[in-house]
């Protein structure tokens, strides 16, 4: 019988300790019929079950209300329902073709790119998971009969279910059940190593079903992981290291069978709702980008460009505080001219390198609202604090100062925070990485724009140093040197990384060493990854201290892998840090806290 005391049911809320457990919040997107937003109540009690916290998302297609909803949920369901208008994905509608619900699609269709730009883990369950394909690049069939042929679905079982071949049925098994809801009527088999038999521990489950549609073709974001004896996909999940997964069954209805599904999903949520509670207190600083390069094309800073990785949109999916952009300066071979090497018509590299950092200066001028310029470790926080993104200014080989010493007091006085001395060739300062030893390290006007580095509050970067110039930078400086983007030669041995040697030697003096997201530097074969980027970061610090590692991905300069591939994913490298059990100390170090103790360092002459 139900207690109707509203005041001892009060009591009983206040007699505990007053702070309620933190849950991650889930939010569910409602259906729509008879002018009434609402949603299965099976849906949000196996949240509930799962230990999440679920809220009902409306169709509503207002980017601002689909926005601020997105920034406060921690992970996104996206529920069953009606079919997709094909429209939508540019096709005409199959005679075999059921309801639409058209207060659904497009508000759907946006939550789920932009959920998927922020990083949030998505549990897509039956039209859902067509949703996430027709948002996503992929294609959904409008009827499994007309579509999937046995052609079509032997041809799809040998490219993607081998694993089940010897029992592939030549016939459609029925995909749209006329059962109670809670009852199996089928099997679906799962592909080994996949993030379903990890969930279920099994390499099969029997599921409800009521779909005569599927998706046909997972696209490039996702990999088929499940399907019916007849070959008929029933799951997909990312090809991106991402907590994305699609099923084409109803689990909500299954209960026990189908929490797993939902506790999995309350686990990403609880992780990523720690990375942005992290975002919120740590400054993010990426030490290395090349963003400038791209100007040429005339690339929009305050819109989501897709031809650069890093822009304020994607600073603000991947909750990034500060990038350092870069004047990268080409090195001429003999006989070159470095004007040629370029695509503005400049006077020499002192000029484009004034150029490239007018233009920085000119789009912060145009979105001071949202963007500021930072000089100095005080002005980073100083913006952050304000709710503003940080643009830091380097410059990418010593080329820039043409031989000139008193160009370091000028690109001092523009606010540069360091200078990569040299980039793939010898310079008059340093022999490079990919040089013919010309010097046989730094030469001797080399070792004086070292001190009148320091003597102006540059840092030294060695990163692209040929292992003779970084000693002798080692040697020179006062103060610590940096590699803004370099990784480690131990475990993928190319002349651009270093040896454990050098990463000794570079924390024995106080420096930092960033490893970067270029793939040519992370592994000699094959795709690299997220994990790639994760196993030099923790040899660095296995062999340097925590105290002086950090990342310079390299985005826009041919950096960025499956997994942290612009500056929308950022947030990604902080949940494998979190995965991996760094403490919010270490986590702060890495992400700019040792880095900013050197440019302390070397701005406190």
Not at 148 to 159: C, G, N, S
């Amino acid at each position: 019988m139900h207690n109707f005391d509203f005041q001892a049911q009060l009591k009983n809320i206040y007699a505990s300790f007053p702070q309620a457990k933190r849950q991650p919040v889930i939010g569910l997107t409602a259906n729509f019929n008879d002018e009434s937003a609402m949603l299965a109540d099976r849906y949000y009690r196996q949240v509930i079950n799962a230990g999440g916290t679920p809220v009902l998302i409306p169709p509503v297609d207002n980017v601002d209300v689909i926005v601020n909803t997105l920034n406060n949920i921690d992970a996104l369901i996206l529920t069953g329902g009606a079919d997709l208008n094909p429209l939508w994905a540019g096709e005409e509608p199959s005679p075999r073709l059921h309801g639409v619900n058209p207060e659904r699609d497009l508000p759907e269709l946006l939550i789920t790119q932009l959920a998927y730009n922020r990083q949030i883990p998505i549990l897509g369950i039956c039209r859902g998971m067509q949703t996430m394909a027709m948002a996503l690049g992929g294609k959904v069939a409008q009827d499994i009969e007309e579509h999937f042929t046995y052609e079509v679905r032997r041809a799809l079982a040998e490219r993607e279910f081998k694993h089940f071949l010897p029992r592939f049925a030549d016939n459609l098994i029925q995909h749209s059940q006329d059962a109670p809801r809670n009852l199996a009527t089928q099997t679906v088999y799962f592909e080994p190593q996949s993030l379903l038999t990890e969930i279920f521990h099994a390499s099969s489950v029997h599921v409800n079903s009521f779909h005569h549609q599927a998706v046909c073709n997972a696209g490039s974001k996702f990999k088929f992981t499940a399907a019916t004896v007849d070959g008929v996909p029933e799951a997909m999940e990312s090809t991106e290291f991402k907590p994305l997964l699609g099923v084409q069954w109803h689990p909500e209805w299954m209960e026990e069978q189908g929490l797993p599904l939902f506790q999995w999903l309350v686990k990403q949520a609880e992780i990523f709702a720690e990375a942005k509670r992290m975002h919120d207190k740590v400054l993010t600083l990426d030490t290395h980008c090349d963003t400038p390069m791209f100007f040429p094309l005339n690339v929009r800073f305050d819109q989501r460009d897709p031809r650069i990785l890093v822009d304020l949109h994607k600073m603000a999916e991947g909750r990034q505080d500060a990038t350092t952009m870069v004047a990268y300066l080409p090195q001429p071979k003999a006989g070159e001219a470095f004007r040629n090497k370029v695509a503005f018509d400049v006077s020499g590299p002192r000029s484009y390198a004034d150029l490239i950092f007018d233009k920085i200066e000119n789009i912060v001028a145009q979105n001071s609202e949202y963007v500021a310029l930072a000089r100095s470790p005080q002005q980073l926080y100083a913006n952050k604090a304000a709710g503003k993104k940080s643009i830091v200014l380097g410059i990418e080989n010593g080329l820039a100062l043409e031989n000139d010493l008193t160009n370091v007091a000028h690109f001092a006085h523009r606010g540069i925070s360091y200078i990569t001395l040299c980039h793939n060739g010898d310079n008059d300062i340093c022999d490079s990485a990919r040089g013919t030893a010309t010097h046989g390290g730094v030469s001797e006007f080399g070792r004086r724009v070292i001190e009148e580095m320091n003597r102006t509050g540059i840092m030294v970067d060695l990163s692209h140093g040929a292992e003779s110039s970084f000693y002798d930078a080692l040697e020179i400086s006062r103060y610590p040197i940096v590699c803004s983007h370099s990784n480690c030669k131990a475990l993928c041995d190319v002349p651009r990384n270093l040896s454990d040697e050098q990463l000794r030697a570079l924390a024995a003096k106080g420096g930092v060493a960033h490893i970067t997201l270029y793939k040519g530097f992370l592994r000699t074969q094959g795709e690299a990854n997220i994990y790639d980027a994760m196993e030099h970061l923790e040899h660095a610090i296995k062999v340097m201290g925590i105290d002086h590692v950090g990342l310079g991905t390299d985005f826009d300069g041919d950096g960025g892998v499956r997994g942290i591939a612009n500056s929308s994913e950022i947030i990604n490298f902080t949940i494998q840090l979190l995965r991996r059990r760094f403490s919010e100390t270490d986590i702060e170090k890495i992400w700019g806290g040792n880095w900013l103790r050197v440019m302390q360092q070397c701005k406190a002459q």
